[in-house]
């Protein structure tokens, strides 16, 4: 009965700390992106602004994939409810393992048009509004479905590899290893939606350097889908970028979004 309360509690803490009207994002931050063969590699799963968030645990109920790849192997992961951290695995294979995890979509429901207006204008989505009231929408009371897609790098061994499509609906991949590569001209990465380039993207760059502090930047993809990230040695980076479309006919909700992060670390030497 205890740990019914205790999840009920839990779960609803979640769901406001959640809710991407602030613009919070959503990643996985392993212990250590760099491991040696054969030691656990540990992630917790975060939600927050500014690279700093709260952990959370391990919900079974709010996962619709959990999986380790490494080169064309994949492999589903299974934790146990409440774990924290969420990700505590033992990758007896040399190479990048790249970490996945999607959550179930969730609804929240803005109260007003303003609240809106900054998660737009923040990920530079431009003139949503003219399209909300085209479609007859009200301007408060209305609601939104979020569904997360989170990847993360992490170097095991010698972390040879590269990072690939993953099935995603929507992913940033990385075209470099962050770990083995020149990163001279920065980190080239795609964003897909669908499984296609996407344009004209926004993408957020979180990088923590190693006193802790982050600096926050966005660029656009190309015609490709493609940008360059900027990177440091010594620094963590978040990566964020987000799909909003109109939600299908006859939903209580009125939008969609759709929110694509990436970590890697640069080495420090």
Not at 68 to 86: C, I, K, L, S
Not at 247 to 263: I, Q
Request: proline letters at 6%; charged letters at 20%; hydrophobic letters at 40%.
């Amino acid at each position: 009965m205890q740990y019914r309360l205790f999840c009920s509690i839990l779960c609803s803490g979640l769901t406001l700390a959640a809710g991407p009207g602030l613009s919070h994002e959503f990643w996985i931050e392993p212990e250590k992106y760099q491991e040696v063969l054969g030691n656990t590699v540990v992630a917790r799963l975060r939600n927050g602004q500014g690279f700093k968030g709260a952990e959370q645990p391990y919900l079974d109920h709010r996962i619709a994939r959990f999986e380790v790849r490494q080169g064309a192997a994949a492999a589903p992961y299974q934790g146990r409810m409440g774990d924290m951290p969420a990700f505590t695995a033992e990758l007896a294979q040399d190479g990048l393992a790249v970490l996945i995890h999607q959550t179930r979509p969730q609804t929240l429901t803005y109260d007003t048009w303003e609240a809106f207006q900054a998660f737009i204008d923040h990920k530079g989505f431009g003139d949503i509004r003219k399209q909300h009231q085209a479609r007859g929408l009200p301007e408060a009371g209305f609601g939104e479905q979020y569904t997360r897609y989170a990847k993360s790098l992490v170097a095991v061994g010698n972390g040879s590899g590269s990072d690939t499509a993953t099935g995603l609906e929507t992913e940033i991949v990385a075209l470099a290893n962050p770990y083995t590569d020149d990163l001279s001209q920065g980190l080239p990465v795609r964003v897909l939606y669908q499984g296609k380039p996407r344009p004209n993207a926004q993408v957020e760059i979180f990088a923590k350097a190693p006193d802790g502090s982050v600096t926050i930047s966005t660029r656009l993809t190309d015609a490709e889908g493609e940008t360059a990230v900027p990177v440091m040695q010594g620094h963590q980076y978040l990566l964020d970028a987000v799909v909003l479309r109109p939600a299908p006919e006859g939903k209580d909700y009125v939008w969609e979004s759709l929110w694509a992060a990436l970590t890697f670390a640069v080495p420090a030497e």
